[in-house]
């Protein structure tokens, strides 16, 4: 019997209504939240995901203030433009998008972000509020992966979740997530040191394959009914499309819907509920920086 497909677009709508509904309500209040998107230089996926992210902040009201830098800046330069939109009362949220040009220290980037606006949960503050349990803002990809599961009624308690990779925005805050009390998953993580991939995906009842390597999640690794979640986005050559190329996960798609119980498609699987996520976080950062006035 072939998989359920997740329809992540559908997901992120719904959710997408209730976030513009919470939206229309602070405009009652006189406030409207406000998301800095920082873009250095011009890689065509980066300006792809920006532009998809500005759409859905306008899509729900959110204000999106874009700031372009070319791809050789100098690192101090985009250190005050972040400062500039910490200082700033209109931006609740700001989003450097990542990777940065290789001349730059990524993590100093991140760490100028002020945690109250680090809507992509990536400053240690916010990764270590979430180790704790604390209010924070989640990573919006593990995020919305996790809000995936639960909304499709994936059983979670006591499953065995495969993550394959261990990067610091998916792989390793997800992993954390997924042994949180309220998943309560059993967990593996493997990464490019794990000796028999196969072994330990053929085991998952949810796998979560987040390495960028198309084609690495095999249908013959996947257990019968297991949930399989793609978080892949690579683009490879494809002479018959229009751009030159198509999108694919990392996972074996067609073959692997044959066996597994839940898929998510690549596009319109995980993607939209990133976005979804991140449009949740600036309208709570608005709402915390705005104070006790609208809570
Ligand atoms: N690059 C790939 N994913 C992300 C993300 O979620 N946020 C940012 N800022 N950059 C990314």
């Known amino acids: 019997m072939a998989a359920t497909i997740i329809d992540g677009k559908a997901i992120a709508s719904a959710i997408r209504s209730e976030l513009a509904e919470q ?40 204000a999106s203030f874009e700031t372009r830098l070319p791809q050789d800046v100098p690192q101090q330069k985009l250190l005050d ?71 499709s009624g994936v059983p979670t308690s006591g499953a065995h979740a495969v993550v394959v990779g261990r990067s610091n925005i998916v792989g390793k805050p997800l992993a ?30 949810i796998v979560v394959a987040c390495a960028g390597r198309p084609g690495l999640v095999t249908a013959d690794m996947i257990k019968p009914g297991a949930c399989v979640i793609d978080v892949g986005v690579n683009r490879v050559p494809d002479p018959s499309k229009k751009q030159g190329y198509r999108l694919c996960g990392d996972v074996d798609f067609e073959a692997a819907a044959q066996v597994a119980g839940w898929i998510t498609p690549v596009p ?28």
């Open 81 to 151: 433009v972040i400062n500039a939109a910490n200082m700033d009362p209109d931006v609740h949220g700001i989003l450097v998008q990542l990777p940065l040009p290789r001349h730059i220290d990524e993590r100093a980037v991140i760490r100028t972000i002020h945690p109250d606006k680090d809507v992509d949960g990536f400053t240690p503050v916010n990764l270590g509020r979430m180790l704790l349990e604390e209010p924070c803002f989640l990573p919006c990809t593990p995020h919305g992966i996790i809000e995936l599961l639960v909304r």
């Open 23 to 62: 939206v229309a309500e602070l405009a009652q209040k006189g406030l409207r939240p406000g998301l800095a998107v920082i873009l250095v230089g011009e890689d065509p996926a980066s300006v792809s995901y920006v532009t998809a992210k500005e759409k859905a902040c306008a899509e729900i009201g959110i």
């Open 176 to 205: 954390n997530l997924l042994i949180r009390k309220s998943i309560n998953a059993t967990l593996t993580v493997c990464h490019t040191g794990t000796r028999d991939l196969a072994s330990h995906v053929r085991s998952a009842d």
């Open 268 to 295: 319109g699987g995980v993607g939209p509920m990133t976005i979804t996520m991140l449009l949740a976080n600036t309208i709570e950062a608005c709402r915390r920086l705005a104070g006790s006035r609208v809570s």
